[in-house]
């Protein structure tokens, strides 16, 4: 019966890539992904497409829900 009640607890994850860490106004939608562990190597990769590694940064957020008309909320942000 536990193991039925942790599979359906499912994790979404958001990817975001920012190209200048120092304007986060600017950022690129990487997809959802199944884990913190899948978003963060997308992330990376998506960085060094744009030869962003040193100038860049990304941010994953746990099931993000749009706030009306505002940003989107998440649950947890991590990198």
């Not at 200048?20 to 960085?47: P, T, Y």
């Not at 993000?64 to 940003?71: A, R, V």
Request: charged residues 25%.
């Amino acid at each position: 019966m536990i193991l039925f009640l942790l599979s359906g607890c499912k994790q979404d994850w958001q990817g975001f890539v920012y190209q200048d860490k120092h304007n986060l106004a600017n950022d690129i939608k990487l997809g959802h992904f199944s884990s913190l562990e899948d978003c963060r190597n997308s992330s990376h990769k998506a960085l060094t497409k744009l030869n962003a590694l040193s100038t860049g940064d990304y941010e994953c957020g746990l099931n993000c829900k749009l706030n009306g008309d505002g940003p989107l909320i998440c649950e947890e942000t991590s990198r």
